[in-house]
């Protein structure tokens, strides 16, 4: 195996050799490629962070959002200490297009995040429950 417990953050050139793999008794490695590889490494931090609603557009003449709930409001994220702004984070929906809506809406959707912003549990990001509730003025 490669140990890289006291590898700092950066980019690292491993160099694979035989013995860094753990194989069964009965097999052996032939040949190695590419016999070098290129790590990234970064420092990871965790925080819970707001999720917004991406609203595009705005309903009809004489129609009017009164608010938007959206749950989970936020999730427990992952993300690299060397981001830019990082006080600032907060993940998206993705677009909510309101400019034909007549009546409140409830929509099930996608997360989108900034890069360096990871799902806690490293699978994929939960669905969010978007509610747009709309009145006639």
Do not use: C
């Not at 035989?18 to 965790?46: C, W």
């Not at 999720?51 to 993300?79: M, N, R």
């Not at 200490?81 to 809406?105: A, K």
Request: proline share 7%; no cysteine; charged share 20%.
């Amino acid at each position: 195996y490669i140990d890289l417990s006291s590898a700092k953050p950066g980019e690292h050139i491993v160099h694979l050799q035989q013995k860094d793999f753990n194989l069964r008794s009965d097999a052996r490695v032939i040949d190695i490629d590419p016999a070098k590889i290129t790590l990234l490494l970064h420092t990871m931090e965790q925080r819970d962070v707001e999720i917004k609603p991406q609203i595009i557009g705005s309903p009809p003449q004489g129609y009017e959002i009164t608010s938007i709930d959206i749950i989970p409001s936020k999730i427990a994220v992952l993300y690299t200490t060397d981001l830019e702004n990082s006080e600032n984070i907060y993940l998206t929906t993705v677009p909510i297009y309101v400019t034909n809506l007549q009546q409140s809406v409830k929509l099930t959707t996608n997360i989108v995040a900034p890069q360096g912003v990871y799902p806690l549990d490293e699978s994929s990001w939960p669905d969010v429950t978007v509610m747009v509730y709309i009145r006639k003025r």
